[in-house]
């Protein structure tokens, strides 16, 4: 079931719209305590066929190999998750997705706190990894990776 967004178009134009812009992922337990948190990868993909939306949430990065250099990533640490898209809902803040173990992923903006963590991320896939292996991240098809930035 997906529910349209009150300004006329649906959950997908709303992720899109938040994950162009920065966002970040907040998993919290039915309780409503906070289990996980994490800046995003500004690409995601929406499979009809599964159905599933992929994204890449982001940990924390290594300290820089060169002091005021871009920041390494391990490419096998930052792998694709899929949130199920049958029980997704969408509002002007965020989208907001079901989970089968009865938590809630919610798909926010990005808070000042992780802001520079996403800004390592851009630098880092824009300064220092080749354009085969960044189209490759953004077709989040891929879940191990091999060579440097494994």
């Given at each position: 079931m997906t529910t349209p967004h009150p300004g006329g178009g649906d959950w997908?134009?709303?992720?899109?719209?938040?994950i162009t812009a920065g966002a970040e992922l907040a998993v919290t337990d039915p309780d409503g305590t906070l289990a996980y948190r994490a800046p995003l990868a500004r690409h995601h993909r929406?499979?009809?066929?599964?159905?599933?939306a992929w994204i890449r949430p982001l940990p924390e990065p290594a300290p820089p190999s060169v002091p005021g250099g871009p920041s390494p990533f391990g490419l096998?640490?930052?792998?694709?998750?899929?949130?199920p898209t049958d029980q997704v809902t969408a509002a002007a803040g965020g989208v907001t997705f079901g989970l089968p173990t009865g938590q809630t992923a919610e798909i926010l903006p990005i808070t000042d706190d992780l802001?520079?963590?996403?800004?390592?991320?851009?630098?880092f896939v824009m300064t220092v990894l080749p354009?085969?292996?960044?189209?490759?991240?953004?077709?989040?098809?891929?879940?191990?990776?091999?060579?440097?930035?494994?």
């Open positions: 997908r134009i709303v992720l899109a719209r938040l929406v499979d009809d066929d599964d159905p599933v096998n640490a930052c792998r694709r998750r899929s949130l802001q520079p963590q996403l800004d390592r991320w851009d630098d354009a085969d292996i960044e189209v490759a991240l953004e077709d989040l098809t891929d879940d191990s990776w091999h060579g440097p930035w494994a």
